[in-house]
């Protein structure tokens, strides 16, 4: 996964900037100190992978805009998203290619890494260079565990700190809250309470058994009590009836005096009104529509004297629609003519520029055009391909020819250079190395045997002390050259000089002499005749050196002769594939490829002008006929009309018969209106008289003669309905205050009562309950009491229940202590595998690591070791040496890290998608030859991969550029 832009709405100092094109390989950042490098590494984090909890680490924007931004990411497989996320957590990603959202796509591309791995790990700074602490904050150190013990993408630190986790919280030495500790306490606290509550058992049988008792007097004393309630409730219930009753019989008096008057339903009274309400408003309409008739009759009379139409009226509107048409034609006709004119002289000009061509008629009907220019702009591409590999063969071909001739001009150099110095034979040249060999043994014979004596010892002794001198005084300088320099530099000054001169003297004296060979002369041959052999090996080498350059180039020769004439033969091929796609389509014998694109735009454009052309004269046809088809229908009805009218004359025609028409209509609307007149007033009164009968039906029903008495019955009713009502009503409250079931039995009481009776019986219960509820309440008081005392004495519920949670809390201690046992077991053995493979064994990423690290430092360190168990780093020299991490200057442990970090990223992304690595200035504590080297595995390590490179330093910004960077700016 890689980024290809950026865009920050707001974050830090910066608002609304936009960065990019981001690539693949090695993207480099170069801008002064306080330009928001640092910043923008941030900014690429968040996006990725949150903003952190703390508001003082977000980088709130400064500038304004919304806080946050939005990142274009493309994947290994060439998927495009568009991340956004704010510092108020809201977070989106989109799939730039589809609709839709591409969340899961995002999480799968981001894997296993978190915000620390990717901060201390992808995204560095130098602040992440500080040690080897950072891996524990990456989790690094866990991961590169998991990988080189083949565990994949398995947390082996979360697994570890789980069972560390797991321990504690079963036991821990001096510990408090621990299960097991608060397990057995609470064991032993049951315990206690239970030995107490047993001791206490004999009193609570005896309060059990009052307590019984108790409780039968007091259930008897609240059904009492319950009695005495009943009675109160019904009295008072009596003395709120007794108004009820009153206006209820009054009601049921009232309603049987109106018995008489049997029941109607209001729908015959509203009906009766309505017909009443709509014979009135008959006989109005009666008079209004007489009125209406004798105006009718007046109208009339401007109708007598109409003619007939001279033409059917569907014919006047087939006339009136066609005759506009007819002018449309007119006009069509007109500009279709130029129309066609204009394509006809287009035409005669595309076949002028497209030259001579034997079948125009072929071309026409020409079809497949696209596949020809897509097959002829392949020829073109394949054409001018092999042209431009033949020009570049022909050129590597006259340069070797160039570089042969120099190779020969060498060559004859050498033999000039070997004739001019007049070198002997190789078979002479052989045996001056013979004679050089017996030449220089014989010369260290003679050196080797003297045939004088040496001079006497008398004579060398007589040197001695002078040369003894010297050395104790080139001693003593030795010895004071501590403490007194510049002492020490003149004694040794001096015992030089007489070491010098007791030298001369020494020599002086004569030693031996040597053989009867002159040395000096035979040692002048044998180094005249060693330089002239070494003077012909060198040219020999360098002539077959120049013949095998000489060999090569002529192979190299051969070998571009064969492509030129391969490339002609792929060119003539070419050639005649053209010329039978031409024969195909029949076109120019002179068309070449790189016409086709030019004569193919124009044939296309001749086709269509053609088919355009021909379409106009169809439609100018069709134009004629409907002009032609016109004429001859308006001659069927006008007969005297001119050969050729003109619109206008049409136009009049057909007004003048508009108008006719128009009068003709309005006389057919008068007689329609007069038949209308009459239907209506015959409806008017047949209605009138079917409802002075049905009104009279009305009155026979009821027995009645005059509407008067009609509506006083309904009135009767009325007034039976609403005492009805009464009596319900009054009926409801009883039953309310009496009861569904008992009220007809109580109304006798009450029409035997009077409110004073009532009265009196509602006191005398209020008394009866007052009593029961107080010999009720002292009892309760009592039952509580009593029952409050065993309560506080002993719970036999709770005593139970202590003992069975005595028992679990006893399993579950037992249970935990297998699982506390089981988990340090489990701790002690990873330890131990831990370490064993750490003895055995390396991460594969620590063998990255170490080849990273060995190219970056040339080689001064030959191994290194990582202990994950111990948190330490040491690294071998190249001498054998142990160096830890804390030994090493500064610049060689940020290398350290840098190469351990690349490693990881190697190895992580083994079967990962691959994350971009964006680096703030980290080579400024390193010496120029190792940034140099670090330049060159990053170049190496951003192929498939991207890396972003933030620097200030201008060297940094030319050594990455000179590797091919590409320079990023805003």
Known sequence: MRIEKLHIDGFGIFHDVAMGEFSEGLNLYYAPNEAGKSTLLDFIRFTLFGYPRARSDRRPPLAGGD?????????????????????????????????????????????????????????????????????????????????????????????????????????????????????????????????????????????????????????????????????????????????????????????????????????????????ESRLTQLEQNLLSLQEEESAHQ?????????????????VLVELTAEAKQYRENLANRESRRREKERLGEERDKRWERMGPVENRDRLLRLEGLYRLRQEAEALQAHLGQRRNDKNEVVRRQEEGSLKERQIREEIHKLEEQRKNA?????????????????????????????????????????????????????????????????????????????????????????????????????????????????????????????????????AVGEKMARQIEQLNDEEARDQEAWAGLRREFGLPEDLEPAGVKAFLDELESLQSTVHKEREVSRNLEHCEEKIRSFLERVRQEQPDISETPTPAQIEGWLEDLREKDKLAQEKEFWERKGKTLAERRKNLLQEQKKLQQELQEALDQLGVSTAEAFYQYFQRLKEKGEWRGKREQAEKALQTLLGVTEWKEEIKTLAASTPETLESQRAEAENSAKESEEQAEELNRSLASLTQERKTLLQPDDLFARRNRVATLRNELAEKTREWLATKLAIEMLGRAKQRYEEAHQPVVLRETKAFFSRITDGAYQDLRLSLTEKHVSLVTSDGRSRGVAELSRGTREQLLLALRLGLISEYEQNREPLPIVLDDLLVNFDPARAARIADVLTEFSVGRQIILFTCHPHTKEMFVKRGARVVNP
């Open 67 to 275: 806080h946050g931004g939005r990142l274009w990411l493309r994947s290994r497989e060439g998927q495009a998203l568009l991340v956004h996320r704010c510092g108020n957590h809201d977070f989106s990603v989109d799939l730039i290619d589809q609709n839709g959202s591409g969340e899961s796509l995002f999480a799968n591309l981001l894997g296993d890494a978190s915000a620390d791995l990717y901060r201390n790990v992808y995204a560095l700074t130098l602040d992440e260079l500080r040690g080897l602490e950072q891996l524990n904050e990456a989790g690094m150190e866990n991961r590169i565990f998991s990988m080189g013990m083949g565990l994949g993408s398995l947390d082996y630190g979360a697994f570890e700190r789980d069972l560390h986790n797991r321990r504690d919280r079963y036991y821990k030495s001096r510990g408090k809250t621990q299960e097991l500790i608060v397990l057995a306490r609470e064991i032993k606290e049951e315990e206690k309470t239970i030995r107490e509550q047993s001791a206490k058992l004999e009193t609570y049988e005896r309060l059990s058994q009052e307590l019984e008792h108790l409780e039968k007097a007091y259930q008897k004393a609240r059904q009492e009590q319950a009695t005495a309630r009943q009675f109160l409730e019904k009295s008072r219930a009596l003395v709120k009836a007794f108004p009820v009753y009153v206006e209820w019989q009054q009601a049921v008096n009232e309603e049987k005096a109106l018995s008489s008057y049997a029941e109607k339903p209001g729908e015959v009274r509203d009906a009766f009104r309505e017909k």
């Open 298 to 314: 007046q109208e009339g009379k401007i109708f007598e004297e109409l003619d007939r139409l001279p033409v059917d009226r569907s």
């Open 422 to 554: 007049d070198w002997p034979e190789d078979q002479a040249l052989a045996e001056r190395e013979e004679w050089l060999r017996e030449a220089r043994f014989d010369l260290e014979q003679a050196l080797a045997k003297p045939t004088h004596p040496a001079p006497s010892p008398k004579a060398i002794l007589s040197e001695w002390p002078t040369l003894l001198a010297g050395m104790l005084v080139f001693v003593g300088a030795f010895l004071l050259w501590p403490q007194e320099k510049v002492w020490a530099m003149v004694l040794g000054l001096a015992g030089a000089g007489v070491l010098a001169f007791g030298f001369i003297r020494f020599r002086k004296t004569p030693s031996f002499t040597h053989p009867t060979i002159d040395a000096r002369k035979l040692h002048g041959e044998i180094e005249e005749t060693k330089q002239l052999v070494e003077k012909v090996k060198q040219w020999q080498v360098a002539r077959a050196s120049w013949e095998k350059k000489l060999s090569e180039q002529q």
